[in-house]
């Protein structure tokens, strides 16, 4: 088991450019499962091959376990990886594949075998050893590379969006038996996806990241809830977080929470806002609501209410209802740093 | 319109059907026709002798020499070119400077008329003015009265032919297995990275075994090329000394335009046709399974 560290890291990967991954610090801890999230080319997927072995930092250090790794290779590194394509390979079975390591390693055959068994019966995918990879389904692939990745008891897993292949029944399904999988192996894994439900579903801890920076790290709660930038606040959330920009101020505010008249008033310490809907979605469990602020400060800005279809109340597209926020559910930022400020008052 | 259409197919491929026919179809009948008669140059007499033209080429020692000489020579330069081809493809695979240069050079050979670069050869393994002799005897590795024979020995002159044929077809190859090896996906290699392959693994393991349909592809062609070819034969050795590197195309060459002899030669080339066919099925298989794969 081993914890992953990194200091100050870069990649540039042509000079004069501006950095795909840029002053990365992180640190993972003891059989953990630290997810890397943010939209494509945020550089999570580079900062995975960088811990990898497989792109170079052009400045900072990786420590694997305490130990300084920029100079070993890959297979020096004692990790395994899942790559989004699975990489098996096409010209070996199943079983050949998952031994590949264990060869590379020099394991005497009788080991190899007993090791294979060992990963393949986690994974339940035994009765697959004699197939070759193009004869397997997605789901029995992926399962294929996990098995291939664990066989070996590697001290730290990298997953780069391993169920992104997937059709999104499987990935459900999928998702949850690697969260289960994981946890009972016991063994560090850095997840690379830009799917939040992903992220929030698995990681013991998320790590937001944006053009190659990171932004926020903190448990699926702490970046949903308090996010620490507008760029967290709506990359997070589907919809994302209403921001209305104020004279010297940015207010945000989960839809969930812009309630409409008759459960406002219910809530204690609130803010009120006059909201013109325009139109609504009836979505079964919930109805999202879109419309713009009236009057005030924010007058004419757009916002957009999520409440749960239980509450029965009326409201038709085209008319101007009062609807509230608690006061601690507004998140304020600042309109120059885009961070959040400790201000606790709107502008009137 | 309807009526139209229907032609401007076979229009269209109707030269490619003539060319093919006139030059390829036409002569390869009359060989046939010929090695089975006893046709000779000018004579317009035609006895059909069944055959016998084969049986005589079989007893004939200087034929089988030929056929020998044609599968080493053949056998040979295609390990080489395999073996070459594979170290170039993988080198020229990795990003360094002057990549594209080297990339160029390596095509030359191909691109230079291959008559143009054996001449260049002849002079390179001339028995008086032989660089690579004069930079042995500088070195003193060879004794500069008693230089070696480059075209003369016959030991030497097959070596030598075989070589300057490998030269010219490596970068052909070397270009097919380049093609072969961008096609594998850059996952796979670091994959095996990951799983603590070295680069030998990941070579013989994982990337040669990757492009063994491609691979089939290059030598079966290379093979039937060098089978049928006679351009570096016929400028270094003409088949001497005392017909040694003498192979199949030149033997028929001799026997049947310099000899007169338009039965024998006929049967003379024609004789590996069967064996040209299975080889040209394999080459289409295994093209089409680089396909498919």
Same mark, same amino acid.
């Given at each position: 088991m081993a914890v992953v560290e990194t200091r100050k890291l870069n990649k540039v990967f042509k000079r004069g450019n501006v950095g795909a991954v840029v002053n990365v610090d992180l640190q993972s801890r003891e059989g953990e499962f630290l997810v890397l999230l943010g939209?494509?080319?945020?550089?999570k997927t580079t900062l995975l091959r960088m811990i990898a072995g497989l792109e170079e930092p052009t400045s900072g250090e990786i420590l694997i376990g305490g130990k300084l790794?920029? =100079?070993?290779?890959p297979r020096e590194r004692g990790i395994a990886m899942v790559f989004q394509s699975y990489a098996l390979y096409p010209h070996l079975s199943v079983f050949k594949n998952i031994v590949f390591p264990l060869k590379a390693q020099g394991m005497p055959k009788e080991k190899r075998l007993k090791q294979a068994e060992w990963a393949a019966s986690l994974l339940g995918i035994?009765?697959?050893? &004699? #197939?070759? +990879? #193009?004869?397997?389904?997605g789901g029995e692939r992926q399962r294929v590379a996990l098995a291939r990745a664990i066989v070996r008891e590697p001290s730290l897993f990298l997953l780069d969006e391993p169920l992104s292949n997937l059709d999104a029944k499987l990935r459900a399904s999928a998702r949850e038996e690697l969260e289960q999988f994981q946890k009972r192996i016991g063994t560090t894994a850095i997840y690379v996806t830009h799917d939040q439900v992903e992220a929030m579903a698995m990681g013991d801890r998320v790590v937001v990241m944006s053009q190659g920076a990171v932004r926020q790290i903190g448990t699926p709660a702490d970046v949903y809830d308090? +996010?620490? &930038?507008t760029f967290v606040a709506t990359f997070l959330g589907s919809p994302p977080m209403n921001l209305l920009p104020g004279p010297d101020v940015i207010v945000g505010f989960r839809p969930e929470h812009f309630l409409p008249p008759g459960v406002a008033e219910r809530l204690g310490e609130h803010i009120s806002f006059g909201f013109q809907i325009s139109h609504g979605e009836y979505l079964g469990a919930e109805r999202v609501l879109y419309g713009t602020i009236a009057g005030g400060a924010f007058d004419g800005r757009t916002a957009v209410s999520r409440i749960p279809s239980t509450h029965a109340v009326s409201l038709p597209d085209g008319s101007l209802q009062t609807f509230a926020v608690a006061l601690g559910d507004v998140k304020f930022f600042d309109p120059g740093t885009e961070k959040r400020t400790s201000r606790r008052s709107i502008p009137a | 319109m309807i009526r139209r259409q229907r032609w401007l197919g076979p229009a269209m491929f109707m030269p490619a059907i003539v060319y093919i026919v006139a030059l390829v179809g036409v002569p390869f009948v009359m060989a046939f026709l010929y090695s089975v008669s006893d046709a000779k140059v000018g004579s317009v007499s035609y006895h059909f002798v069944g055959l016998q033209n084969f049986v005589s080429i079989l007893h004939n020692p200087a034929f089988r020499r030929a056929l020998q000489n044609s599968f080493v020579f053949t056998i040979t330069s295609q390990v080489l070119v395999l073996i070459g081809a594979n170290i170039l493809a993988l080198s020229l695979k990795e990003a360094f400077p002057g990549r594209r240069f080297f990339r160029f050079l390596i095509l030359l050979p191909w691109v230079a008329p291959v008559s143009i670069g054996s001449l260049g050869w002849k002079w390179i393994l =001339?028995?008086?003015?032989?660089v690579i002799s004069w930079v042995l005897v500088r070195f003193h590795l060879v004794n500069q009265y008693d230089t070696p024979m480059w075209l003369g020995e016959p030991k030497l002159a097959m070596m030598s032919v075989i070589l300057v044929h490998t030269w010219h077809m490596l970068p052909f190859a070397t270009v097919i297995l380049l093609a072969g090896l961008t096609a594998i996906p850059k996952d796979i290699p670091e994959a095996a990275a990951v799983d603590g392959a070295g680069f030998f693994r990941t070579t013989f393991q994982i990337t040669i075994p990757m492009m063994l349909p491609i691979i089939n592809v290059a030598v079966l062609f290379g093979a039937i090329f060098t089978f049928t070819d006679m351009t570096v034969i016929y400028i270094l050795t003409r088949g001497g000394p005392y017909d040694t590197t003498q192979v199949i195309p030149t033997e028929a060459f001799f026997a049947g335009i310099l000899g007169s002899d338009l039965a024998e030669g006929a049967a003379i080339s024609i004789f590996l046709v069967p064996l040209l066919v299975i080889a040209a099925y394999f080459v289409l298989r295994s093209a089409h399974r680089a396909e498919v794969t």
């Open positions: 939209p494509s080319g945020s550089g790794v920029n =100079d070993l290779t035994q009765h697959l050893f &004699d #197939r070759k +990879p #193009r004869e397997l389904s308090e +996010p620490a &930038d | =001339d028995s008086l003015y032989s």
